[in-house]
C-alpha cells in the first residue's frame, strides 16, 4: 500500500501569512484573533496553547487599547470604525487577494452607484461580510441559481465571487445572467475566485482520480473544504472528509488495507502537520495489525 500527501495541498499563502503574524506577535505579547483565524478546528487549538485568544465582534466592542488581528477573510469598514473608536491596534491580516477585491467592489460601487452589486459566495460568510461592507450592505449575495430571482434584469449588473468558490459554478451563474440580461441593460463579470484556489481544484481532481482512496482533511466549518470534498468525490467515489485523525474509524481502516494507492489531501485551511498525523495513524494501523 503506498500513502501520499497531496504536494498541493495545505496552506495557502494568505492563511500562511496571517498565522506567521500571529506566531511572530505572541512572542513577545497576548494577541486577540476576531474569529477564528483559520476554518480548522487542530490548528487553532494548536495557536490558543500559544496564547491567541478567539474573540467576537460582542467582546471586541467591549475592549480598549489591546492588539486584534483581522484574519485573511478581511473586514468591513464598520470594523476598522470600532478599532479607532476602541483605541485598539490592529493587526491586519487581510490576504493582498481579497484586500484587492475589496478596493475593486468598492470603486464600482462608487463609480456605478444605480447599478446591482451581485456577489457569488455564502452568505453570512466572513469574507462575504467584508465584501458587502464595501458597498454600504447594498451589494446581493447570489448562492446559487435561484436567487436570481430577485435581481432586476432592466438594471445593469456587477457580478464578483467571493475568493474561494467553484469556477465551474461562477461560470454557471454568468450564463444564466446573460441570458436573462435585457438589451437596454448591462451586464460585467469578474472572475475573481483566488488562483490558489482555482488551481487547486484542478490538480486535487486529477489527485482523486489516480488514487484508489482518498482521506480529506478538513475543518467542518471551511466553506473551501465542503468545495474541494464536493470535487474529491465526484472524480472518486471512494472519499471521505474526516477533521483529524482521530476520525479514522475502524470501519475506513479495513477499506484502507483493501486499497493500493491512498491519496491524503486537505483544504486551503489544512495544516500541513495535521495531514502528516493522519498518514501516521494509517500506517501504525496496518503495523500493528
Ligand atoms: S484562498 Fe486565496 S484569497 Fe483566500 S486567503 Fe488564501 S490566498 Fe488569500
Known amino acids: 500500500m503506498r500513502i501520499e500527501i497531496d504536494e498541493h495541498s ?7 501569512s496571517a498565522i506567521s503574524k500571529a506566531e511572530e506577535i505572541l512572542q513577545s505579547r497576548p494577541l486577540y484573533c476576531l474569529g477564528d483565524i483559520v476554518h480548522n478546528g487542530e490548528e487553532i487549538k494548536r495557536l490558543a496553547e500559544r496564547g491567541l485568544v478567539t474573540i467576537n465582534y460582542d467582546q471586541m466592542a467591549e475592549f ?26 490592529v493587526v491586519d491580516a487581510t490576504c493582498p487577494v481579497v484586500l484587492h477585491l475589496q478596493k475593486q467592489i468598492k470603486d464600482i460601487y462608487v463609480q456605478h ?5 451581485l456577489i457569488f459566495g455564502k452568505r453570512g460568510h466572513a469574507e462575504v461580510v467584508g465584501l458587502q461592507g464595501q458597498t454600504n450592505n447594498n451589494a446581493i449575495v447570489i448562492e446559487q441559481e435561484e436567487d436570481l430571482k430577485i435581481i432586476d434584469f432592466e438594471r445593469d449588473i456587477f457580478l464578483f465571487s467571493q475568493t474561494t468558490m467553484s469556477v465551474e ?4 451563474l454568468v450564463q444564466c445572467i446573460e441570458q436573462k440580461i435585457a438589451p437596454n441593460a448591462t451586464f460585467h463579470y469578474f472572475n475573481t475566485i483566488c488562483k490558489s484556489v482555482a488551481n487547486r481544484m484542478q490538480q486535487l481532481q486529477n489527485f482523486a482520480k489516480n488514487h484508489d482512496m482518498i482521506i480529506f482533511v478538513g475543518g467542518k466549518k471551511s466553506s473551501n473544504a465542503k468545495e474541494l470534498f464536493g470535487l474529491c468525490k465526484k472524480m472518486n467515489d471512494c472519499s ?33 502537520w495535521l495531514m502528516e498525523k493522519c498518514k501516521n495513524k494509517i500506517e501504525n494501523y496496518g503495523l500493528s495489525n
Open 240 to 272: 471521505f472528509f474526516i477533521a483529524n485523525e482521530e476520525e479514522i474509524t475502524d470501519e475506513m481502516q479495513q477499506i484502507i488495507q483493501q486499497k493500493e494507492q491512498i491519496g491524503i489531501c486537505g483544504a486551503t485551511s489544512t495544516p500541513l
Open 113 to 117: 452607484p444605480q447599478s446591482q452589486i
Open 64 to 89: 480598549q487599547g489591546v492588539d486584534v488581528l483581522f484574519r485573511a477573510h478581511g473586514e468591513p469598514p464598520s470594523t476598522y470604525d470600532l478599532a479607532k473608536k476602541n483605541n485598539i491596534h
Open 169 to 172: 459554478k461562477f461560470e454557471h
Open 10 to 16: 495545505g496552506f495557502c499563502f494568505g492563511v500562511t
